[in-house]
């Protein structure tokens, strides 16, 4: 009964109250009135899903050159700014979810674990994309997950629940602003939600001439410029290390910026969703090949903004999933380069050992490692037993070859970084607050267009 009315009172909350008419004068609390004057044209978010700290450490080691006498910088090395709290509302105590932290992150405003764009008391809060589209900016976003996961889904919808995945995938269409969509481009995964038996919501935006792509190809045929839902897996999209592009979220981000680009700007949420998701299963190898994938991402970006010096873009993690360490039982040491040649993720390799009759073998061709007689016994003996029991054990056996440490298989309570450059970037620099990055957002997007007539 509850669920019922809250979501009667969003959707009349966001399609009345946001930004509504043609000029953008509604008040936001939240606005940093202190952001630098330098405002963007172009705003990119990065949200990095369960990338701590150590995570950013771990891959500049993991791709080192051992060849030679130093530890290269990585490009998160020349961009970082500071740090920011990760704590969700009081009420759910100091180590936020996903979708509190999102929360925090599009709208400034700190929720209870598990709200979607909702505070403490379940009323809606506009978030930076519905402001970014009031102002007549087009607006979009580029993830790896299901697009109604926790982080895209804060940005757009709003739940008192982010398990409610079908209520969200009606908030993308049904929450409008200046009678729009909030989102030009979604790119991602999730099909089974915006295509069910009891309402086509990708039927409803493809009559309202948004282009359908359901794979990367189609994706690249799409005319510049064009309104985009691209839904490439049922639900999420494969792990990096199983994926046909090794490049994915970096392509994504790519083909985003080419629909978005306009005289009048943009707002963009990039997510890398499942560095987060191997934190949760302790795989150090998926950990290192998102992260790569990230790396990759903001390589192009850095790209991107050097030809448009117009543009910010801000990076960083909602929390820290899995409590990694570099390091682990007392020995001082971490060999990443057990890792760099694996062809197929470890719960790949785990569900493949079953259909081959020399399972160690084919385990050991995947991982890319020349194994001892004793390690392919070990993978032996887990052969016959169940998909699970499989995939612990190369997990664990990757963990002692490169001596990775986990303390636990949820989200840890640690500050994250802040990276940021282009436009404005100063604005980020130093000791922040989660809720702060929103902040700050919005008042850049306030120097920008106040009161702007739109476009």
Not at 45 to 61: I, K, L, Q, S
Not at 125 to 137: D, W
Not at 145 to 153: D, G, L, M, N
Not at 409 to 414: D, F, K, Q, R, Y
Request: hydrophobic share 40%; aromatic share 8%.
């Amino acid at each position: 009964m509850v669920k019922k009315v809250v979501r009667a009172s969003l959707v009349s909350s966001a399609s009345i109250a946001l930004l509504a008419g043609c000029t953008v004068t509604e008040p936001n609390n939240n606005i940093d009135k202190t952001v630098a004057t330098n405002a963007p044209k172009n705003i990119i978010m990065v949200v990095a899903d369960g990338m701590g700290p150590a995570y950013t450490t771990a891959y500049r080691n993991f791709v080192d050159d051992k060849n030679t006498p130093e530890i290269e910088k990585v490009v998160f090395d020349d961009i970082l700014v500071g740090n920011a709290s990760t704590h969700p509302a009081h009420v759910s105590g100091y180590v936020t979810d996903s979708a509190a932290a999102a929360t925090a992150l599009a709208s400034g405003t700190k929720s209870y674990n598990g709200a979607i764009g909702v505070d403490v008391e379940m009323e809606p809060v506009n978030s930076v994309m519905h402001y970014a589209k009031g102002l007549g900016m087009r607006t979009g976003l580029a993830v790896t997950s299901q697009i109604v996961h926790a982080t895209p889904a804060s940005y757009i919808a709003h739940n008192e629940s982010r398990k409610n995945y079908n209520d969200i995938a009606n908030d993308f269409y049904d929450i409008k602003v200046n009678g729009e969509p909030v989102a030009d481009v979604m790119l991602g995964g999730g099909t089974t939600y915006f295509k069910r038996e009891d309402r086509d919501i990708l039927a409803q935006f493809i009559n309202d001439g948004y282009h359908y792509a359901d794979s990367y190809e189609n994706l690249a045929d799409v005319p510049k410029g064009s309104n985009v839902i691209g839904l490439f897996a049922p639900v999420a999209l494969p792990a990096v290390l199983d994926d046909v592009r090794k490049d994915r979220l970096a392509y994504l981000t790519k083909q985003a910026v080419r629909h978005l680009e306009n005289d009048n700007g943009f707002f963009l949420l990039v997510e890398a969703s499942q560095v987060d998701w191997a934190g949760h299963a302790n795989d150090i190898g998926s950990a290192m090949a998102e992260m790569h994938d990230l790396a990759q991402t903001i390589e192009y970006l850095r790209g991107y903004v050097e030809d448009n010096p117009d543009t910010l873009v801000v990076l960083t993690a909602d929390h820290s999933t899995g409590g990694l360490t570099i390091g682990a039982g007392g020995d001082y040491r971490w060999s990443p380069e057990h890792l760099h040649k694996m062809s197929a993720s470890a719960r790949t390799i785990a569900k493949g050992m079953v259909d081959n009759e020399m399972s160690a073998e084919y385990a050991a061709e995947k991982l890319g490692l020349s194994l001892t007689s004793d390690e392919l016994a070990m993978l032996d003996s887990v052969s016959d037993q169940d998909e699970e029991t499989r995939y612990s054990a190369i997990k664990s056996f990757l963990d002692v070859k490169t001596n990775t440490g986990w303390t636990t298989s949820g989200h840890t309570g640690v500050d994250v970084e802040v990276f940021a450059f282009g436009a404005g970037y100063t604005s980020f620099i130093g000791q922040i607050d989660n809720t702060d990055i929103a902040k700050k957002i919005f008042g850049l997007l306030e120097e920008k267009s106040v009161s702007k007539p739109v476009l």
